[in-house]
């Protein structure tokens, strides 16, 4: 398998003297091409540091960095600029389209910079146009679409090129969750279809479950890693969640937490047992039990769904049966 990225023992230091942060400490990975990559960890772990030095937003302090066959690590600001245009692409969460421009100028831009003569540009543009399903917003403004179609447009804008690998950093952060469900299902098709390979930042273990691989980060380094393989989604789901418990960062659940939830999670079941028995109808014992047998802990995954900290009880509740419904 080819190697797009290779990040090797990379520090990146920032400020001087006594106020020194060490934000990457000797961190090292690859990225096969066409992998679909989610790097998680608590916050302050390096996450967006390291997103941004692939990116070549930022320098690293030592180590090194080859991108698309490009030793990035020794290449100066203009050449960056460059490559960075040429062969890199960009999700951010806050979407970065251009309000002044339709959204069907936004997304050919990219070629635009690069003078991509006319007729190749409306071909590629047909093309992602059609693959994230925009076509039909191309002629409008940003403001007229809806967060998800925003964020739809802004991923056709950057895989336009077919960029070496697409960089996105908490791509759902401003989407509700059926819109993050949507734009998950746009990077599986980006990737299965297009053939991008994307490494994607997140904070949400929903999220992170639609990736082929899971990077944990802790202090600068790469904590853990979890692959899907050919396991369901819901496994990877449950995996993310023990080892984000393990891992004891931000989101997880304190030991008498987990009590309280694998309580109610109890209750819960038996009392939807008991309405499925009764009328046909919620989640039945055997859907619950189906959800759950991808493997992992039974009651972390359950956890996760019902007590993601911090959720009001309502979305929790809406959470899980979208859940339960989504896999
Ligand atoms: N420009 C900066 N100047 C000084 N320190 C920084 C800067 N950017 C990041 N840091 C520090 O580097 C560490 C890693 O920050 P980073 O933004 O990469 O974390 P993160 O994992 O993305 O966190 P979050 O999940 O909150 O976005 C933190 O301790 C942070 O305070
Ligand atoms: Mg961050």
Same mark, same amino acid.
């Given at each position: 398998?080819?190697?797009?990225?290779?990040?090797?023992?990379?520090?990146?230091?920032?400020?001087?003297?006594?106020?020194?942060?060490?934000?990457?400490?000797?961190?090292?990975?690859?990225?096969?091409?066409?992998?679909?990559?989610?790097?998680?960890?608590?916050?302050?772990?390096?996450?967006?540091?390291?997103?941004?030095?692939?990116?070549?937003?930022?320098?690293?302090?030592?180590?090194?960095?080859?991108?698309?066959? *490009? *030793?990035?690590?020794?290449?100066?600001?203009?050449?960056?600029?460059?490559?960075?245009?040429?062969?890199?692409?960009?999700?951010?969460?806050?979407?970065?389209?251009?309000?002044?421009? &339709?959204?069907?100028?936004?997304?050919?831009?990219?070629?635009?910079?690069?003078?991509?003569?006319? /007729?190749?540009?409306?071909?590629?543009?047909?093309?992602?146009?059609?693959?994230?399903?925009?076509?039909?917003?191309?002629?409008?403004?940003?403001?007229?679409?809806?967060?998800?179609?925003?964020?739809?447009?802004? @991923?056709? *804008?950057?895989?336009?090129?077919?960029?070496?690998?697409?960089?996105?950093?908490?791509?759902?952060?401003?989407?509700?969750? /059926?819109?993050? /469900?949507?734009?998950?299902?746009?990077?599986?098709?980006?990737?299965?279809?297009?053939?991008? &390979?994307?490494?994607?930042?997140?904070?949400?273990?929903?999220?992170?479950?639609?990736?082929?691989?899971?990077?944990?980060? +802790?202090?600068?380094?790469?904590?853990?890693?979890?692959?899907?393989?050919?396991?369901?989604?819901?496994?990877?789901?449950? #995996?993310?969640?023990?080892?984000?418990?393990?891992?004891?960062? #931000?989101?997880?659940?304190?030991?008498?937490?987990?009590?309280? @939830?694998?309580?109610?999670?109890?209750?819960?079941?038996?009392?939807?047992? +008991?309405?499925?028995?009764?009328?046909? +109808?919620? &989640?039945?014992?055997?859907? *619950?039990?189906?959800?759950?047998?991808?493997?992992?802990?039974?009651?972390?995954?359950?956890?996760?769904?019902?007590?993601?900290?911090?959720?009001?009880?309502?979305?929790?509740?809406?959470?899980?049966?979208?859940?339960?419904?989504? @896999?």
């Amino acid at each position: 398998m080819e190697k797009v990225l290779q990040v090797g023992n990379v520090t990146k230091y920032y400020g001087g003297g006594s106020a020194v942060a060490k934000a990457l400490d000797g961190i090292s990975f690859s990225v096969e091409k066409g992998e679909f990559t989610a790097v998680m960890g608590p916050s302050g772990s390096g996450k967006s540091t390291l997103l941004n030095v692939i990116a070549t937003i930022d320098r690293v302090s030592s180590g090194d960095i080859f991108l698309g066959g *490009r *030793r990035l690590t020794e290449m100066k600001e203009r050449e960056l600029s460059v490559f960075r245009r040429d062969r890199l692409g960009f999700v951010f969460q806050e979407y970065n389209l251009l309000d002044t421009l &339709t959204v069907g100028e936004n997304i050919v831009l990219p070629l635009n910079l690069r003078k991509t003569d006319y /007729r190749e540009s409306r071909r590629k543009l047909e093309q992602v146009a059609a693959a994230l399903e925009v076509a039909d917003q191309l002629n409008k403004f940003p403001r007229e679409l809806s967060g998800g179609q925003r964020q739809r447009a802004a @991923c056709a *804008r950057a895989i336009i090129t077919d960029p070496a690998l697409v960089l996105a950093d908490e791509p759902t952060g401003a989407l509700d969750s /059926r819109s993050s /469900r949507n734009l998950m299902e746009t990077f599986r098709r980006m990737n299965r279809s297009l053939g991008s &390979t994307i490494l994607m930042v997140t904070h949400d273990p929903v999220v992170g479950s639609y990736a082929d691989r899971v990077l944990f980060l +802790k202090d600068g380094r790469v904590w853990n890693e979890v692959y899907r393989g050919d396991r369901s989604r819901q496994t990877l789901y449950g #995996e993310i969640m023990n080892v984000s418990a393990a891992l004891g960062g #931000e989101g997880t659940l304190t030991a008498e937490e987990i009590d309280v @939830c694998e309580e109610a999670g109890r209750k819960r079941a038996s009392a939807a047992d +008991k309405d499925a028995n009764m009328d046909g +109808k919620g &989640t039945s014992a055997a859907d *619950r039990a189906a959800f759950m047998e991808g493997g992992g802990n039974a009651a972390t995954e359950r956890n996760g769904l019902m007590c993601r900290k911090g959720a009001p009880a309502a979305d929790r509740d809406a959470s899980m049966e979208e859940e339960v419904r989504g @896999c």
